[in-house]
């Protein structure tokens, strides 16, 4: 992966897990940041309410190359 | 959040990934633990057996609002 | 547990989810070790591609008791 | 220090400092907890609002001796 | 907290202390930053002169939602 | 390992070593919690005094299940 | 070093060095963002290809002052 | 900053912020430690009596130029 | 020490005393790795059963030169 | 990178940088594990004399397909 | 504790356990450092020879109070 | 290594790269400090300016046997 990339940290959330509180996250910035290319998991929390998580909560930082 | 919250810490199982385990660990602990808030997953690991994995276990931190 | 374990460090993919990662590098090396007891998740990342997450990749550390 | 102790971990929460945000959370814990030693710091947060902090967080762990 | 955030990471300075230097940066940030919800402290220094403290600075992790 | 468990802290002292120490407060704890399955070290630190230890303090977690 | 300050995370490569991989990310970072004033490393990687390191990747984490 | 630097390792301690603690150990290695440069927090602690927190405990590395 | 060195994870366990455990897992290794020169301890957890702990395990890793 | 990776532990060493401790690893281990595909950085040390440098250690994860 | 303490890091070694190792660093440092108060484990490391484990190596930090 | 050895924190800085960096301060140190035998790096940073890297600087334990 010759050339230098950028990393950005995003929190992505899902009602179902973290799988989908990650792809959240990757389809929501790609609106803006193009050629991410990879993740790595930094956190994982959630929203509980009436006894039930409600929520899974997912940090990443999310690596894509810098163009010019 | 204002006010003073406690956190306990919980072993959840699951046969079928680590949401399902984060779910049941909640579960099972609202039974006696009133108002949970959030959660925070501390660990993630899991038992093998016939070369085939049997069950996964998320340590998790669970924060709840301490009630007078 | 008495005896004695050995700790392997394995890379699980998958295009779904982190648990099936896990379970993908544990079936795959359940050819060449035997009698793998537990696990322990090191490191989840991913690769992204066209906007999408395209393979969810866990670090897991699995444990095995060495035989004689 | 002889004997055995226990670690309770709480979260304080203050609008003015760290170290308020400890001592409320002191405070409030030994209504129920007695004979608190000792605290760590965990971890510091706070929340956020109309671009400036409305509340800082501290999480500690006390410890207090078994009493028989 | 349903959505997706993007987290920015700040370094605040203040002569007094380190809730002031978490004030300080956030108070800055809030001029181009909207909406920031959250921090919390990635990291604690300061300078020194003179054999006396003569700033605090807090590094802290920043996070909003990213809005369309 | 099915159900969930619970996980408590504990520090247990002795002028003996590190491993006198953790039973020490696994004894302890025993008295109120039943059915502790494993622990895990957490620090190991200690006291000394005119140039000697006099005793050394291993903080753990020990998980129990939750019993209904 | 009075003022705010904003950290951008950064991955330089070179097939030669570590130090040579710092310096590739500063120096193509410095086209778009003024006024850096520090690095901290965060983590050295790199690819292997024939039997050789063909690559080394070094991410950073890099300094510069909020301009008004 | 060329040249060669030593860090010292030192507790501070006040009944009244961790600002202030960090001030203390500065101001008293400063009698017998020349040219100290700068402070980074390891960690925070305290001392709790009668329900109240006593003392705040906070652990720095300072740095300073190594005079020939 | 020139030459290149093979790291592997071990987990050794004694009824004893971590120190004890940590033998038993040199032992056990010694005979299929041969030439090891050192170890390091890498996490240090237990079996409990009835109140009291039955078993001390440590997790090391230890290295020896590749032979050619 | 679909498939299952094995990842191995690895000190290499050099009397002249890290760079090179990194390269010597990877050409020595490369003789019996074929494929390998990246490696990351997990510390580094070394060993002085006569108050100078005489060798740079470089401890490596380095990862490889499981071949089938 | 009010005062101003000092962090020294020693490494202790010994033929027959960690906490020996402990003892014999405390013991070495009073002839020249006075008012030892505590100490914690930074790391546990060894020397193995013969398949053997020879020597067991604590790393300690110990504090001390600043006598004026 | 039978015997009490004692560890320093130094910064070593260089324009040219981190292995530099670490020559230099362990030649420094032993203008004072007799017989170190290792140093581990326990942090890499540096400074930037004019879009490019000025200095490395590498802060490293370095650790000595303690002489009678």
Redesign the interface.
Known sequence: ?????????????SP????EA??????????TVRH??????V???????N???Q???V?I???FK?E?
Chains 1, 2, 3, 4, 5, 6, 7, 8, 9, 10, 11, 12 share one sequence.
Do not use: H
């Open positions: 992966m010759p050339g230098t990339y950028k990393i950005v940290e995003l929190v992505g959330t179902v897990s973290f799988a990650v792809k959240a996250a990757v389809a929501e910035a790609s609106k991410m290319d990879w993740f790595e998991v956190e994982e929390r959630g929203r509980i309410a006894g039930a998580v929520e899974f909560q940090t930082k999310a690596g810098i010019r």
